[in-house]
């Protein structure tokens, strides 16, 4: 879904991929690139907008895949696919693996990432990949389930070859996928996705299916699909691997836009894993979770819902719209913990309850920073001249009696205003929660962004249908399991 998680998936994994039990674990690597951007500013502002087009999309789909991740704010993921690497965003809100190949067409794609940050940007060359058939399960699937039938018929398959089933020899036909400011056309193939571990053997998928584009618009770069449909990555290992494809989680380095943050990966986890005394011993370690269901959603089953109940904000707790609770029988409400937005997103009417507790009690020692709105999109934001003793804390109420208590860097950013101009520079923080507009009878009311998930292990167990949070020191945490 969404504005922002971009990572590099290694089919080989090459010496980042290491095995622990019936684990994989793989890195996230971080596409942080202030260089794309004239300023702190330039980079909020832009990433706002695209979490704001991100939930658009999500609430109007022209299919299942979802706006990818943000430039400047994602992680990637690598994997060799045949004999090549590739290098794709991850995003647990699309439901399809997508690579560019060559020949590869790419209209207004100049500037959309920057290639010191991504590896190995495709094209791709097939040289062992099969093309799907169209009496195929993944055709029908990447085609919103249409029938077989209608899809040899599009491929051109006579029609006393459709009656017998017999179109073998005719490919899936291609499709297309849109987003708030890109689209793609691509077709359905089938190739060895081969990932080693420090076994002798190797975990491998003979038939893994992804879709191969040559032609797009404004998206240079492939997507990982980790959502809930039968074509993501995990459905496709749970098929071979149920223990490894339906438990993952990721834990995600705390950046704050900070190049100099980031030292080491935020792991990708395949499966689970077993905690050990260190790991007890790492500072900010939950050995529990806080797991909350994941809501059932007709209209959009690729996504992962969950119910907010309530947001608290110092002490005073302030209970959610319906919408924010629950998901109707027509598919909206509720909320989608996305890896590929940036902010976490509200309906407009409870937003305004929530900035105007929090400016309730940062207003009256804060002086508001109204310049600073106009330029980044992001509010309420304040000129921290006193420190930020006073800013409340932040805790997120889920169904099922969880809550997750919010450090302060994932919902407050700190930076500093001006200098660029000849005025001094000044200390301002913002509110990293966004508006999410009107709420429309349509999709669903929220996004919980990757920036709110820093510094959290993210857990997705899809056997019991969960969706789980513990607090991490993620960089810890790669150390631990890489130790093993």
């Known amino acids: 879904m969404a504005s922002s998680v971009f990572f590099t998936l290694f089919t080989f994994f090459l010496l980042f991929l290491f095995?622990?039990?019936?684990?994989?674990?793989?890195?996230?690597?971080?596409?942080?690139?202030?260089?794309?951007?004239?300023?702190?500013h330039h980079l909020l502002k832009s990433t706002s907008?695209?979490?704001a087009?991100?939930?658009?999309?999500?609430?109007?789909?022209?299919?299942?895949?979802?706006l990818p991740l943000t430039p400047g704010s994602d992680y990637t993921l690598s994997f060799s696919l045949?004999?090549?690497?590739?290098?794709?965003?991850?995003?647990?809100?699309?439901?399809?693996?997508?690579?560019?190949?060559?020949?590869?067409?790419?209209?207004?794609?100049?500037?959309?990432?920057?290639?010191?940050t991504i590896p190995n940007p495709g094209p791709l060359n097939l040289t062992s990949a099969v093309p799907v058939t169209c009496k195929s399960r993944s055709c029908s699937a990447v085609h919103s389930s249409m029938s077989s039938s209608n899809l040899c018929a599009m491929a051109k398959c006579p029609?006393?070859?459709?009656?017998?089933?017999?179109?073998?020899?005719?490919?899936?036909?291609?499709?297309?996928?849109?987003?708030?400011?890109?689209?793609?056309?691509?077709k359905l193939y089938n190739d060895k996705l081969s990932m080693p571990t420090s076994s002798p053997s190797s975990l491998i998928l003979h038939n893994f299916t992804f879709g191969c584009a040559h032609s797009a618009l404004g998206e240079p770069i492939g997507v990982a699909g980790?959502?809930?449909?039968?074509?993501?990555?995990?459905?496709?290992?749970?098929?071979?691997?149920?223990?490894?494809?339906?438990?993952?989680?990721?834990?995600?380095?705390?950046?704050?836009?900070?190049?100099?943050?980031?030292?080491?990966?935020?792991?990708?986890?395949?499966?689970?894993?077993?905690?050990?005394?260190?790991?007890?011993?790492?500072?900010?370690?939950e050995i529990g979770y806080a797991y909350t269901a994941m809501l059932e959603n007709p209209k959009h089953p690729y996504f992962y819902c969950v119910g907010l109940e309530?947001?608290?904000?110092?002490?005073?707790?302030?209970?959610?719209?319906?919408?924010?609770?629950?998901?109707?029988?027509?598919?909206?409400?509720?909320?989608?913990?996305?890896?590929?937005?940036?902010?976490?997103?509200?309906?407009?009417?409870?937003?305004?309850t929530v900035v105007t507790e929090f400016d309730k009690r940062v207003g009256p020692v804060y002086k508001r920073a109204n310049p600073v709105e106009e330029r980044t999109g992001l509010s309420p934001c304040y000129y921290l001249d006193k420190g930020t003793s006073n800013v409340p804390q932040l805790l997120l109420h889920f169904g099922g009696n969880s809550s997750v208590v919010m450090p302060k860097r994932n919902y407050f950013y700190e930076f500093l205003d001006g200098g660029d101009d000849g005025n001094v520079k000044r200390k301002v923080g913002c509110v990293m929660l966004m508006n999410g507009g009107v709420e429309e009878?349509?999709?669903?009311?929220?996004?919980?962004?990757?920036?709110?998930?820093?510094?959290?292990?993210?857990?997705?167990?899809?056997?019991?249908?969960?969706?789980?949070?513990?607090?991490?020191?993620?960089a810890s945490l790669w150390d631990n399991l890489n130790q093993h």
């Not at 995990?234 to 190049?259: K, M, R, W």
């Open 226 to 285: 980790f959502g809930r449909g039968k074509l993501s990555l995990p459905a496709q290992l749970a098929i071979n691997s149920p223990e490894i494809g339906n438990f993952f989680s990721y834990c995600l380095v705390s950046h704050s836009f900070d190049t100099t943050k980031v030292h080491k990966p935020s792991p990708l986890i395949l499966g689970r894993y077993s905690v050990d005394e260190k790991m007890k011993q790492m500072k900010d370690y």
């Open 49 to 51: 907008a695209r979490s």
């Open 53 to 66: 087009t991100r939930l658009h999309h999500h609430r109007h789909p022209h299919r299942q895949v979802s």
């Open 310 to 352: 309530a947001v608290t904000i110092g002490k005073m707790k302030i209970p959610t719209p319906a919408s924010l609770r629950r998901v109707d029988g027509r598919g909206n409400g509720g909320m989608v913990v996305d890896s590929g937005t940036t902010f976490t997103m509200l309906p407009h009417v409870f937003y305004e």
């Open 441 to 474: 009878e349509s999709g669903p009311a929220g996004l919980m962004g990757n920036y709110q998930q820093q510094g959290f292990e993210v857990v997705y167990d899809l056997e019991k249908k969960r969706v789980g949070f513990a607090r991490r020191k993620c």
């Open 82 to 116: 045949g004999s090549q690497t590739i290098s794709l965003y991850m995003d647990t809100g699309s439901d399809v693996v997508w690579l560019p190949c060559h020949p590869f067409d790419c209209i207004l794609c100049e500037g959309k990432y920057n290639p010191s």
């Open 159 to 186: 029609l006393e070859d459709i009656e017998i089933s017999d179109c073998k020899s005719y490919t899936c036909p291609p499709f297309y996928y849109a987003y708030g400011d890109g689209s793609f056309i691509a």
């Open 19 to 40: 095995s622990y039990a019936e684990t994989l674990v793989f890195p996230l690597t971080h596409s942080l690139s202030k260089t794309q951007y004239n300023s702190t």
